[in-house]
């Protein structure tokens, strides 16, 4: 046996040993999918005891449990952050966006359905229906408004109101409802769980009721998809998600995480949509 042979017979294990690492290494290293979330309660929740089980939360656990092939992980982002994200082709996928013609972005069939902004009155404001132009006119009614958070046709009646002493203007949401809470402002344009997750999250009644909206009539429930970056990347991702989404609309509990936050009378008014809307673009 020459040198070089026993110098090959000797090393052998330790060549098979890094050959097994390297397969290894190679074999468990994933794709990533980085799912935007933002600090948006009870639709994203980031800290406290009810960590994680957001709506969106839920959303995203859900779809990571169906695809272990990728490794997924969760940033926050604000707006802004997730669009830019978009425009330079940066692979993100976020849970909760309502379609719109959003060029940087392929979107998923359907994955939720939420009931629109309403305005959230103290208790003591009686009114059973309300136009928000007429209310935002009111000077003896204060309200709270987050300039370009909400729909396009409301953000654009607000647009036309905001230089007015009667209206608080604040760039946080949560701040307004405690405003609201506090009775210094009279009502604020919300979606109606986050007003619910408020008053349990701070161990207070709910001293609020909501009205629809006149000017939204027309449109009683939003259709929410998922969006990735409009890339290959991302048309691959959309269209696994799509897959399972449409076979977990066949489950009888698929609903459970994504009713839990709302109020009873809510929830009985979003299964009727969800019987009605949900299967439609599901084929």
Known sequence: MTFSSNLKRHNLPVYL?????TYSNFAHSKEAITWRVTDWPPFYILDGVQK???IYDEMIKMLSDKMPEYDHQTVQMNTDRVRKAWSRGNNVCH???????NPDI??????SVLLPHRIIFNKEQEIANVSLMELLKDVNIVGGITPGRYSKKINK??????EKDH???NTSYKSLIGLLFSKRIDYIIEYSPIIEY???????????HSVAIQETAESPFLLVAIACTKNPWGEKIIAKINKILIEEANKPNYLDFRLKWFDEA????LKLIYANQYLKDKH
Do not use: C, M, W
């Not at 009646?157 to 905001?162: F, T, W």
């Open 167 to 169: 209206l608080k203007i």
């Open 157 to 162: 009646i607000i647009d036309d109101h905001q």
């Open 198 to 208: 408020y008053a349990r999250q701070h161990q207070l009644a709910n001293i609020t």
């Open 52 to 54: 994680g089980r957001g």
């Open 95 to 101: 849970p909760s966006v309502l379609p719109d013609n």
């Open 106 to 111: 392929k979107t998923s069939v359907y994955n």
């Open 17 to 21: 040993l890094l050959t097994f690492l």
């Open 266 to 269: 809510s929830q009985q008014e």
